[in-house]
């Protein structure tokens, strides 16, 4: 697993709950592997993805959407996974021949979920449009007229429709106004400010709380005395301490000993996303399972970075990097409330000082961009081939948690 970089990024459906996630690879460090073969890299994900690393951890049994160049189409390797599960992507760079129609064809008949990626009409694609599932629009770089235009010729009553790479709230309306049901990129991590509006008394509370309890001056008797006056908590925690997560063999009945067995940080940890899990009710669940997961993302990198720093401070950090998010305010305006590090505010407010590199290289791992990734762990003197396993730590963390809040 060290070797091989995989991301996930949600897809949503009008709701905004997540229906799918589609996989974003990389074979090794940038600098080692400077070029990949399609069919290398789309062989080298499955054999991870499916046998190494093991598809739910990545997916929660969600729906994959994954990349197939025409050498593995025509050759039929999506036959060997689940037809359930995988969405079977077709590149855009395909010639629609009479062996990539045959295959596409057999796929369709056995009841895989076909996707075309980076749509751009032409007469030649008209077989595969009558085989396809799912459409996927470029929102970004497709002009509106060549977009409209395009729509036009598509039989759109059957179809599913994906804009990809959505990354404001506008664009979202204006995809869904289009048609669109389906929809890729983040615009839900971007805050809806509406001049005037002021944090609420609840949401300031709760915030003072994940700020406080993961403060160095905050102790484990302080914890304890917020999760036993609480009852959701403690529900929450002992599903959570009796997780498939832990494998423990004999259930943990009392808050006292879920404190014992999990230590003070853990209970930091999840103390923090109950809060924030109630700080963002109404919002989509994957704007709080992706602050999650670049909480713990950022705490497991700065173990390994030269530069040390306090884990609870890194969990903070990234839990936070989506505060705006979640309260739809400015970020300057949301921690200048809150008792947090001058790091931290440093780095989510101006993205300077010595934390930024950490959310920089968060961000570049969740939207794939692997040319970065190395640059940045060579500047925080971490060891780039453990990013991945970090990452998928994680997610693994973040969805079971998230489960049980």
Known sequence: MEDVYVARQPI???KKAVVAYELLFRNGAVNQV?????DV??????????FTIGINALAEGKKTFINFTQNLLENKIPLLLPKETTVVEILEDVQPGPALINA?????????????DDFVYAPELDPLIALADIIKFDFRLTPATELNADLKRLPIDRLHLLAEKVESIEEFESALQMGFD??????????????????KGFQLNLMMIMAQINSGRFSLKNLENIIVR???????????VNSVFFARVRKVSSVKQALVYLGENEIRRFVSLVAMSRLAKGKPDELVRMACVRGKFCELLSNDARERTSPSEMFTLGMFSLIDAVTDQPMDKVLGELPLTDSIKLALIHKKGRLARFIELVTAYENGRWSEITQLAEALKSDDAKIPAFYLRACQWADIAKNAV
Request: charged share 20%; glycine share 8%.
């Open 182 to 199: 389906l929809f890729q990129g983040y615009f839900f991590c971007k805050p809806e400010i509406v001049q005037g509006r002021e944090i």
């Open 104 to 116: 596409c064809e057999e796929l369709s008949a056995a009841g895989y979920t076909l996707a075309l």
């Open 41 to 50: 890299a789309t062989k080298t994900l499955l054999a991870n993805t499916f």
């Open 230 to 240: 609480d009852m959701g908590i403690s529900y929450k925690l002992l599903k959570y």
């Open 12 to 14: 949503f459906n009008k």
């Open 34 to 38: 400077p070029v990949i073969q399609g």
